[in-house]
């Protein structure tokens, strides 16, 4: 006879929750280390995955330090999560055993708010992250995806392309959707139009393959003259503009339709608006610790919009997806093993990585490691 936990039917076999292994920081330092922990029961609107592959994104790197003075140690990261469905609940219908699915930042929301309503649950006041969060239903912390299994309501599961490779599809659940949303909502994705990306790094290389996907012209804007040949020969860009070079700014001066901004390191932005065509916009997705100095002649003159973005709803996440699967889009990554995450941590401070790493979860992550 099935039981109730949680106001949740769980059957017989399930009642006890489940050992899952994974790597947890557990103070500032960083260091991830073996741990192991318990997954929620599967529910009946619950889908669990066994992970076959997770990215690392910046954002784990500030949330094991606890750079952002919010971390609930011990910290298991992971939000660019890929795996097979080994269990669904009796309610869930879009899944079954053995799909490929993926999990990104989101595992929950209040599902009530203006944001939940109308498919923006990124914009939730209440989001249960896929970690360092708390689930409102127990009052437990979520862990993420490194890690062997998650436990997951089947409508913040994304179903995954069965052209892509999985491993170079992860980095898309944070990254992809990341830069997709913001070319959506504000009119980037136009045949023709002129899109900068400044900053070629985890964001910037994915927008690059979106705004090409879109058939735009694109221009990688960055500091790093060495990046040119890369960023037009293997990405596909159209040009490429050095930042700090006086004359090439200038020339491109009025030139483009939008920018998406994706450098997270402290950098002066009026510049980069001067590049923008009259009512051209450009909307920051990295995340900057020093706050911006903008004068209003930047904006006024030109009648330029300056906007933020922040992922992505489940409906968007899905939409990318799939658009990536029909433009076989992926990551460019470097696949590690388990053991090599701290090693990949102190590249990821230096940059030292083209252009993300991810975790062969699966093949690696063992108990002994």
Not at 256 to 264: H, K
């Amino acid at each position: 006879m099935a039981t109730v936990t949680n106001g949740k039917k769980v059957a017989p076999e399930a009642e006890h929750p489940r050992k899952a292994f994974g790597l947890a920081a557990h103070d500032s330092s960083g260091v991830l280390s073996p741990f192991a922990f318990s997954r929620r029961n599967n529910t009946d609107d619950d889908v669990t995955i066994k992970i076959l592959y997770c990215g690392i994104c910046h954002t784990d790197l500030h949330n094991i330090k606890n750079e952002w003075k919010n971390t609930i140690y011990p910290i298991v990261p992971g939000h660019e999560i890929v795996g097979e469905v080994s269990e669904v609940g009796s309610k869930v219908e879009r899944f079954k055993v053995g799909d490929k699915v993926g999990v990104g930042c989101l595992a929950g929301s209040c599902r009530s708010c203006a944001g939940c309503t109308t498919g923006f649950e990124n914009f939730c006041p209440l989001p249960i992250l896929t970690y360092n969060s708390k689930d409102p239903d127990d009052g437990t912390v979520t862990y993420g995806g490194y890690s062997d299994m998650i436990v997951v309501n089947q409508d913040f599961v994304i179903s995954m392309p069965e052209n892509l490779p999985l491993d170079k599809a992860a980095p898309l659940l944070c990254a992809g959707i990341t830069v997709y949303t913001p070319m959506k909502y504000h009119g980037l994705n136009a045949p023709g139009k002129h899109l900068g990306v400044v900053g070629l790094g985890g964001l910037g290389h994915v927008a690059v393959k979106f705004g090409k996907a879109f058939g735009m012209k694109v221009t990688v804007i960055s500091s790093s003259p060495s990046k040119e040949k890369e960023a037009i020969e293997r990405l596909g860009a159209d040009a490429f503009l050095v930042s700090s070079n006086p004359e090439q700014m200038k020339a491109a001066i009025f030139s483009m339709d939008g920018i998406i901004d994706t450098v997270s390191a402290s950098h002066s932005v009026p510049p980069l608006l001067a590049l923008l065509k009259p009512n051209g916009k450009m909307i920051m997705v990295g995340l900057p610790e020093k706050p911006m100095e903008i004068p209003a002649f930047s904006l006024v003159l030109g009648a330029k919009m300056l906007a933020g973005s922040c992922i992505g709803g489940l409906k968007d996440t899905q939409e990318m997806i799939d658009f990536a699967g029909k433009h076989n889009l992926t990551a460019d990554i470097e696949l590690i093993s388990a053991d090599y995450v701290n090693k990949a941590i102190e590249r990821l401070i230096k940059a030292d990585v083209r252009y993300r790493f991810v975790i062969d979860i699966a093949n690696t992550l063992k108990s002994n490691i």
